[in-house]
């Protein structure tokens, strides 16, 4: 079974500081981990992936993320902070020899970003 | 390009009514999912389809939820007998293949609500 846990329901941080949300997981073999975001009454979209190679990760609206292997973690960063960044983060892995293709998701995070 | 496309966009039902929640994917892509997601939790899977038929629909919670997807395209998740535990955002999301790296994008989601 793989799983993934994002241990802060709520990060608060001042704009234009650095964020961090955490994410660990869980799963069979290598995975594949992925970042979404949710902003009210809207889906989920999508943010990066960690697939291969590079350990850091770059995707939209300037966030990255760093894949650890021995940590099992996939923190979701950004060098400075927007307010317009607060909403819900959602980490998701897939095992690589995952037949069924399903996405499992974290609980969620929620990001605060006050002026 | 247009995104997943999710109709109606709320739905609020009796107890032990039917109801039928759609997705429209994006064009081209022959996977398709769908994911339920409760309040203050994330998504979790509930069926997968390759084409027209079920890949794997292990997330299915009990034998009144199906979904269909006829010609490949357009899928329809289908509820029978609603009760009050069935109350969530339905999520529909569709991606390039089966290849596991494939990120999903998600639809604005069906918010059901059973009375």
């Known amino acids: 079974a793989q799983s993934v846990a994002q241990p802060e329901d709520q990060v608060n941080v001042a704009e234009g500081n650095p964020l961090t949300v955490k994410c660990t997981y869980s799963v069979s073999g290598n995975p594949y981990l992925f970042w979404y975001v949710q902003y009210p009454n809207r889906g989920l979209q999508f943010l990066l992936k960690y697939i291969t190679g590079d350990n850091l990760v770059k995707g939209s609206y300037g966030f990255e993320a760093e894949f650890n292997k021995s940590q099992t973690s996939f923190h979701l960063k950004k060098p400075s902070a927007l307010v317009s960044d607060s909403a819900l983060y959602f980490c998701?892995?897939?095992?690589?020899?995952?037949?069924?293709?399903?996405?499992?998701f974290g609980g969620g995070t929620r990001l605060m970003v006050k002026p | 390009g247009a995104g997943v496309s999710q109709t109606p966009s709320n739905k609020v039902t009796e107890k032990g009514k039917y109801v039928e929640l759609r997705c429209d994917p994006i064009s081209g892509h022959t996977a398709l999912y769908w994911y339920r997601q409760s309040l203050g939790q994330g998504p979790e899977f509930l069926i997968y389809f390759q084409g027209t038929g079920a890949a794997d629909d292990s997330g299915l919670p009990n034998d009144r939820f199906f979904a269909v997807r006829p010609e490949g395209s357009v899928s329809t998740l289908k509820i029978q007998r609603t009760e009050r535990g069935d109350s969530a955002v339905y999520l529909c999301?569709?991606?390039?293949?089966?290849?596991?790296?494939?990120?999903?994008?998600f639809g604005p989601g069906t918010r059901l609500t059973v009375l």
């Open positions: 999301a569709s991606s390039l293949g089966v290849a596991s790296y494939n990120e999903q994008f």
């Open positions: 998701a892995v897939r095992a690589m020899n995952n037949a069924g293709n399903m996405l499992t």
